[in-house]
Each structure stands twice: as structure tokens, then as C-alpha cells.
């Protein structure tokens, strides 16, 4: 694990350049951090929404076209004679 030296005055860019890291590290620490995680998660739930609604669509299409293929499977195996000679393909 790395850990830093900071000077007082100095701020870090994911929270507001107002804070600096005595104040961070006093009695800020705990909302700024809060505040941090709330709109880092926003932007992630957001993400994981729009990845959840592509997944769906897929997912819709793909039983769409499993059940055309069933139809056309179902289609040619009632159109086929069997015996033990041949297979034909009755049109």
C-alpha cells in the first residue's frame, strides 16, 4: 500500500478545491467522503442501468429468434418421412 504526505493547504481533485486536507482530516471527513461515494455510485448506477436495459433487449431478441428457430425446426421435422432406408424432405 502507498501512502503520501500532504502539506495542509494542499486538496485533492475528487473533492471541492475549498477543502483542504487539515480540514479533511478534522471534522469534514466523514461528509465529504459520503458525498464522494454518493456521486462516484450515481454515475456507476447509472452505467449498471443502461448496461442492465442493453442486456435485457439482447436477451429479448435472442428468445425471439430461439423460438422462430423451434418454429422452423418444428416446420421441417413434421415435413420429414424417416425409415430405415432414407430421409426425405416432403415439400
Not at 495542509?8 to 466523514?30: H, K, Q, R, Y
Not at 465529504?32 to 461515494?37: A, D, G, S
Not at 428457430?69 to 416446420?75: A, M, R
Not at 421441417?76 to 424417416?82: D, E, L, P, S
Request: charged fraction near 20%.
Amino acid at each position: 500500500m502507498y501512502s503520501f504526505q500532504y502539506d495542509g493547504s494542499e486538496t485533492w481533485a475528487v473533492w471541492p478545491n475549498d477543502i483542504t486536507m487539515s480540514e479533511f482530516n478534522e471534522a469534514n471527513g466523514a461528509t465529504v467522503i459520503l458525498q464522494i461515494f454518493h456521486q462516484l455510485f450515481n454515475n456507476v448506477r447509472e452505467l449498471l442501468n443502461d448496461l442492465k436495459n442493453d442486456i435485457g433487449k439482447q436477451k429479448s431478441l435472442m428468445t425471439v429468434k430461439m423460438n422462430e428457430l423451434l418454429t422452423l425446426l418444428e416446420d421441417y421435422r413434421t415435413n420429414v418421412q424417416v425409415n430405415e432406408v432414407f430421409a426425405r424432405y416432403l415439400v
